[in-house]
């Protein structure tokens, strides 16, 4: 079971949505689209799903040119962060409601129904209409009905959004498992790095409209190809500091470090994640003035000032800085990469060459 994109793109009144693209999805994989708000996620699984008709390219289904075919023909199944019921009807019937469509026998809707709203924790609502649920409990229900289905590909655009945290980490580990069993091609949307990762399989992200990069999750995050990709795919975006490669070594001005074998001299950009900047040593100094410091609880979010340049630091513990403030950041080595000044990967980090 394949789902390929050949050169597909749309363009609505002049306006570039999709620039040309090309993607093959193979049944049975988890494949993720991360991107910020507008960046094409939702108009690509609408091209993928037959919604919308592309302005160039074809979308073929295990071979077979599907371009001009209605969704309504296709076994496609599409859940929304804005959840979609029917009122009227139970929780049982709407989730029902796709199997009787199918002509599926009363035992089989009925074993179908009760197994995926065990799964999503409805069985004590199954009597009740959607609108004496609450939000959580409304996306559930559209979701299991997007499951029982059995379609062979299963759009999700940010379904868990409204969803409790516990509910969401649940039904992270859960979904992939439905679908890898049931050999479907799970395409799920996120503007959420953390919840990428957390999913697995394969990620394409994007950014206005076009596939930085495609490839397993892991990769992606860890080698992205270049600062575009990097920063889509680290919350907060990844940092960024100009520097020169000259005689083995990295200079940042302040401070220098070894630079990775065979590297040849010239500028580059030097980036890092939030996560690798930490309050204590060891690692390479840097002088900023706090603009920000943002507590969660267990963790702060510093925003800070080096030389001009804008950073993000997420520090273990309470941080209660005062705007202005001078402090001194280190910066481990091993997770610096470097890409050249078209934005290009010169070298990953070394810890990701070395997982």
């Known amino acids: 079971m394949t789902l390929e994109l050949q050169g597909v793109g749309r363009v609505v009144e002049g306006r570039v949505h999709i620039h040309p693209?090309?993607?093959v999805l193979?049944?049975?994989?988890?494949?993720?689209l991360l991107g910020p708000t507008l960046s094409g996620k939702t108009s690509l699984m609408r091209l993928m799903a037959g919604l919308d008709k592309p302005s160039?390219?074809?979308?073929?289904?295990?071979?077979?040119?599907?371009?001009?075919?209605?969704?309504?023909?296709?076994?496609?199944?599409?859940?929304?962060?804005?959840?979609?019921?029917?009122?009227?009807?139970?929780?049982?019937?709407?989730?029902?409601?796709?199997?009787r469509i199918a002509g599926a026998s009363k035992a089989e809707i009925d074993r179908r129904v009760k197994a995926v709203a065990e799964m999503l924790k409805l069985t004590p609502m199954l009597t009740r209409k959607p609108l004496e649920l609450s939000g959580g409990q409304q996306q559930r229900c559209a979701l299991a009905r997007a499951l029982v289905k059995g379609a062979e590909l299963v759009l999700l655009d940010e379904p868990l959004a409204n969803l409790d945290y516990k509910l969401r980490e649940e039904l992270r580990v859960e979904i992939p498992k439905i679908f890898e069993a049931s050999g479907a091609i799970f395409v799920y949307a996120t503007?959420?790095?953390?919840?990428?990762?957390?999913?697995?399989?394969?990620?394409?992200?994007?950014h206005q409209g076009r596939i930085t990069q495609f490839g397993p999750t892991p990769q992606v995050y860890?080698?992205?190809?270049?600062?575009?990709?990097?920063?889509?795919?680290?919350?907060?975006?990844?940092?960024?500091?100009?520097?020169?490669?000259?005689?083995?070594?990295?200079?940042?001005?302040?401070?220098?470090?070894?630079?990775?074998?065979?590297?040849?001299?010239?500028?580059?950009?030097?980036?890092?994640?939030?996560?690798?900047?930490?309050?204590?040593?060891?690692?390479?100094?840097?002088?900023?003035?706090?603009?920000?410091?943002?507590?969660?609880?267990s963790?702060?979010?510093?925003?800070?000032?080096?030389?001009?340049?804008?950073?993000?630091?997420?520090?273990?513990?309470?941080?209660?800085?005062?705007?202005?403030?001078?402090?001194?950041?280190?910066?481990?080595?091993?997770?610096?990469y470097l890409f050249d000044t078209e934005g290009r990967l010169a070298a990953p980090a070394p810890y990701a060459r070395a997982a």
């Not at 599409?78 to 029902?96: G, H, L």
């Not at 500091?241 to 005689?247: D, E, K, T, Y």
């Not at 940042?252 to 996560?275: C, D, H, I, M, V």
């Open 299 to 336: 963790e702060s979010f510093l925003h800070l000032d080096h030389q001009g340049e804008p950073w993000v630091g997420l520090v273990h513990g309470v941080q209660d800085m005062p705007p202005g403030m001078d402090v001194t950041v280190h910066l481990d080595p091993a997770y610096i």
């Open 56 to 99: 160039a390219g074809r979308v073929l289904w295990n071979g077979q040119d599907v371009t001009g075919q209605r969704v309504q023909d296709r076994q496609v199944a599409m859940v929304y962060q804005q959840f979609i019921n029917y009122p009227a009807m139970s929780v049982y019937d709407n989730i029902a409601s796709p199997l």
């Open 191 to 206: 503007t959420e790095p953390e919840e990428a990762l957390l999913l697995g399989g394969n990620t394409a992200t994007l």
């Open 222 to 297: 860890r080698q992205p190809q270049d600062a575009l990709t990097a920063r889509v795919f680290s919350d907060p975006p990844m940092n960024f500091l100009p520097c020169q490669v000259s005689g083995g070594e990295i200079d940042f001005g302040s401070t220098r470090t070894k630079a990775p074998e065979g590297l040849p001299n010239g500028r580059y950009q030097a980036g890092f994640r939030a996560n690798h900047l930490s309050l204590h040593g060891p690692g390479l100094p840097f002088a900023c003035k706090v603009k920000v410091t943002e507590i969660t609880g």
């Open 26 to 32: 193979q049944g049975g994989t988890m494949n993720v």
């Open 21 to 23: 693209t090309d993607l």
